[in-house]
């Protein structure tokens, strides 16, 4: 069962453009949302993260959006940069039981100059 | 937050042998994570590892292919056995410090011939 599911697979943004990946997720013990960004050859790191009490988080570039209620939430990148290209993930976390990140299936995403 | 030492870095392997992928931490963790990304793919939770207690495996994961062990706070090691070319992956070491604070090793990349 795919507990977290992301979209699209791939994205192709031109510089200076607004990247949007969207997830949504099933179990409703989630209760804590990253995103991480992965450069080829290196493991995955943390961009941002929301907890369900808030609807939007934004640092710099990078904002979350985040709805409860349909269970959904969106990473939006403005002014996209050449230096953006990575694969993105969404996680959720359950803080019960063994307390690891769920993860979605990627995004590539391409921002050409 | 935590810095994360893997490894080898990469590694060619004959079918039918085994590897053991080191993870050593800065600091005193209680909870490391073995996730395994195969080519262009998500990650995969392999295990949970705890100091002093066994490790716990996901569905289609067993002991007996993936060993763990993790004798203190700051260090574990995966091994992965009896290899075939389906090992073939990315293997990915985690921590999770506090309540959110999840990082990730830069991982090892087993090409199994």
């Known amino acids: 069962q795919q507990q977290v599911k992301q979209s699209p697979q791939s994205l192709i943004v031109q510089k200076g453009g607004i990247s949007i990946i969207n997830c949504a997720y099933e179990n409703t013990a989630f209760d804590y949302f990253p995103w991480y960004q992965q450069f080829p050859g290196k493991g995955p790191a943390l961009l941002i993260a929301?907890?369900?009490?808030?609807s939007e988080k934004k640092e710099g570039r990078f904002t979350i959006s985040f709805n409860k209620s349909a269970k959904q939430f969106s990473l939006h990148i403005m002014d996209s940069q050449p230096g953006d290209s990575a694969t993105y993930f969404c996680a959720a976390r359950a803080d019960t039981g063994r307390r690891a990140l769920t993860f979605g299936s990627g995004t590539r995403l391409q921002v050409q100059p | 937050s935590a810095v994360i030492s893997q490894k080898p870095s990469r590694d060619i392997c004959q079918r039918g042998t085994s590897l053991t992928i080191q993870c050593q931490v800065d600091s005193q963790v209680t909870m490391m994570f073995w996730y395994r990304q195969q080519p262009g793919q998500s990650l995969t939770l392999i295990a949970t590892?705890?100091?002093?207690?066994?490790?716990?495996?996901e569905s289609g994961f067993v002991i007996d292919k993936f060993p763990i062990s993790r004798p203190n706070l700051t260090f574990s090691t995966l091994t992965v056995s009896n290899m075939s070319p389906e090992d073939s992956s990315i293997y990915l070491c985690?921590?999770?410090?506090?309540?959110?604070?999840?990082?990730f090793g830069s991982g090892t990349r087993l090409t199994v011939v």
């Open positions: 929301i907890r369900p009490d808030v």
């Open positions: 590892a705890n100091q002093g207690s066994e490790a716990t495996y």
């Open positions: 985690s921590v999770r410090q506090g309540r959110d604070g999840y990082t």
